[in-house]
């Protein structure tokens, strides 16, 4: 904000893996000095759902302009449309405007995003970060074909993650990675 006010950015989210990388990745990317954020694990994407509009009620009691909102959601197989038309919707009957709808200024305060392809599809994005974090991951399978849009990998993105860190020696005889 243009006077110096921190911002206070909450995040919903639906797992606690999302959760888990956003406690590591934001504090990079946002300077603490101007931005507080809390991150709200619903612990599953239906409550999240459920849970977000009363939570979006209580945020528009508040009348902070300091007060921005960020709502993730996965897409899994639901209709990417309609979830964003719901979240859109519950902003809008709490009373706040969302970045899809701001206010007549141009302003918002929600912002409602849906997590098309799975949290390890972050990981495939940075190959050199996942080579310095598994040794035995080549740096060179960034210029692969099959890995150089980390959203389009075919046969799902955990499933690749998951042959690439075995084949680096890594989660043997097991059958899930690890989601956090």
């Known amino acids: 904000m243009s006077d110096g ?4 950015l909450f995040v919903h989210v639906e797992e606690p893996s999302m959760k888990e990388a956003l406690d590591s990745l934001l504090p990079s990317l946002l300077p603490a000095s101007r931005v507080e954020v809390k991150i ?25 302009p300091a007060l921005r909102v960020l709502v993730l ?15 859109e919707a519950a902003a809008l009957s709490a009373g706040l405007a969302s970045k899809t ?3 007549r200024r141009g302003k918002f305060q929600v ?9 390890e599809a972050w990981f495939l994005g940075d190959i050199d ?3 310095e974090s598994y040794p035995g991951v080549p740096p060179s399978l960034a210029r692969k074909a099959a890995f150089r849009d980390p ?5 799902g993105t955990w499933e690749a993650l998951s042959r690439v860190l075995k084949t680096a020696g890594h989660y043997v005889g097991s059958d899930r990675l690890p989601k956090i």
């Open 5 to 8: 006010q921190t911002l206070r």
């Open 40 to 64: 709200i694990d619903h612990g599953s994407k239906k409550a999240l759902l459920s849970n977000v509009p009363d939570r979006l009620r209580g945020y528009a009691k508040w009348a902070d």
């Open 73 to 87: 959601v996965d897409r899994d197989d639901d209709d990417c449309r309609a979830l964003k038309i719901g979240l």
């Open 101 to 103: 709808a701001p206010d």
């Open 111 to 119: 912002v409602n995003r849906i997590v098309i392809e799975e949290l």
């Open 129 to 131: 970060a996942l080579a």
């Open 151 to 155: 959203d389009a990998v075919r046969g």
